[in-house]
Structure formats: structure tokens, C-alpha cells
């Protein structure tokens, strides 16, 4: 897939909540069906905070898709894409809108990324076929962030010099690699495996009230709408 093919977009980070949490929730839970709620809140409930993401300038958006969307449906929220020479790209006929769901946080280079995943307590494995270690000892692992690098040089020394270690997919046949998207499926399968929700209730919530602006039309003027009617009920003109 070529890098200007119509509907490659720029991958964005989520906007922070306009309004306490519990005014998105009056606001817009009322427009939501009960099985729509429900799903979004075991959504929720099961994400994964303690498995992220890192990929560093791969080069195919349809590589990059893909592996947003196998993240969504293992449970992890939060991928990180570092523009490293290589402009991060997406395609929506792939994401198929996953990314409204998903913590997406574009970073100008590689350091800013490793050095704030690190702050935070994860560890970084590298994805690397001469890798030393399995993908039983990453799951082992407390808080972790797979790494993968772009599609014809790996990841970078500046990655690699950072990460706890590196990782090797067992092959039985002729190839030498995977597709980079393959090896995240793989990856995240293994290493988020048996790993409950873990967001605590506060960050349930957080996620639930983000999920609900995406599934209520319009929900600004829904919630301008929803102030107005309240300041008016309680005198407030």
C-alpha cells in the first residue's frame, strides 16, 4: 500500500474529557441503549494498562492499521508511534474506526517515548528475530511495551540501546521474518494472555466517559444543552 492512497490519515491523540466525569455521565447516558453501555463499560473493565505498544516509523500504514486494531481486540488502549524519519500513517479501511477507542500518542522521535515509558514503569522489549528472549518470559514481565521497528531496518539502536531485551518469534518454515503486523498479533496474544483488566475503577470510569462521547451524536451540544438546562432549573437564569 502506497503512503499517498486516499484515506491514509495522521494518527491524533485523544482529547482530554471537556467536563467532570460525572457530567458526561447525566449527559449522555440517557442517550445510550442498555446493551450499548454494558458493552462499553466490560470494555472498559477488561483493557490492559500494564501492555503498551511502541511502533517506531513503520513504514506501511497498512501495517500500522492493523496492528491498532489487533491491540483493540486484545485489550491494550494505548499505542505510541514515533515519527523517527518516517512519518507515522494510518488507514482507515482498516482501523475501520478502531482508532476512536484507542490512546494513540504520536511522539517526534524516539527518545521522548522511551524516556516517558521508562518514568512510568515499563519495560521495553524490542522485537528482533536474533532475539535472546521468549515471549513466556516478556508475559512475565510486570508492566511492558512491545516494540516494534520499521518493516526494513528493525528497530533503532537508540530503541534497542533503552529496552530491557529483545524477544524472538519461533519459526518452523523457510521465511525469515514475519510481517511486522503478524509478529504484534503474536506478541500481544502471548503477553497479554491470563492478564485481567487492570485500569482500577477510577480509570474505568475515565475510559467509559471517553467511550460515551464517542457514541453519542454531537455530544458537545448535547452537554452545552445539558448545562443550560440545568443552570435554568436551579435559578441559575
Known amino acids: ?10 494518527p491524533k491523540a485523544p482529547e482530554a474529557l471537556p467536563y467532570p466525569l460525572e457530567v458526561l455521565e447525566a449527559a449522555l447516558e440517557p442517550l445510550v441503549l442498555p446493551e450499548r453501555l454494558e458493552r462499553l463499560t466490560a470494555v472498559a473493565r477488561a483493557r490492559v494498562g500494564s501492555v503498551t505498544v511502541v511502533l517506531e516509523s513503520v513504514i506501511d500504514p497498512y501495517n500500522a492499521a492493523a496492528i491498532l486494531r489487533t491491540a483493540d481486540g486484545f485489550g491494550v488502549g494505548e499505542v505510541h508511534l514515533i515519527d ?18 484507542l490512546d494513540l ?99 474505568v470510569r475515565r475510559l467509559r466517559a471517553r467511550f460515551l462521547l464517542e457514541s453519542v451524536k454531537r455530544p458537545r451540544e448535547v452537554l452545552a444543552r445539558y448545562l443550560r438546562d440545568r443552570a435554568l432549573a436551579s435559578g441559575g437564569g
Open 1 to 10: 500500500m502506497r503512503r499517498s492512497t486516499p484515506g491514509v490519515f495522521e
Open 84 to 101: 523517527r524519519g518516517v512519518h507515522p500513517l494510518l488507514v482507515d479501511s482498516i482501523t475501520r474506526g478502531c482508532e476512536r477507542w
Open 105 to 203: 500518542v504520536p511522539h517526534k522521535g524516539t527518545e521522548a517515548c522511551v524516556s516517558g515509558l521508562l518514568a512510568r514503569g515499563f519495560e521495553l522489549y524490542v522485537a528482533d528475530a536474533r532475539g535472546a528472549l521468549t515471549l513466556g518470559e516478556v508475559a512475565r514481565r510486570p508492566r511492558v511495551a512491545l516494540c516494534f521497528g520499521n518493516e526494513r531496518d528493525g528497530a533503532s539502536e537508540a530503541l534497542r540501546a533503552r529496552a530491557a531485551g529483545a524477544f524472538a518469534i519461533p519459526m518452523r518454515g523457510m521465511v525469515e521474518s514475519y510481517n511486522v503486523s503478524v509478529a504484534a498479533g503474536i506478541a500481544l496474544h502471548q503477553v497479554t494472555l491470563g492478564r485481567p483488566g487492570d485500569l482500577g475503577a477510577e480509570g
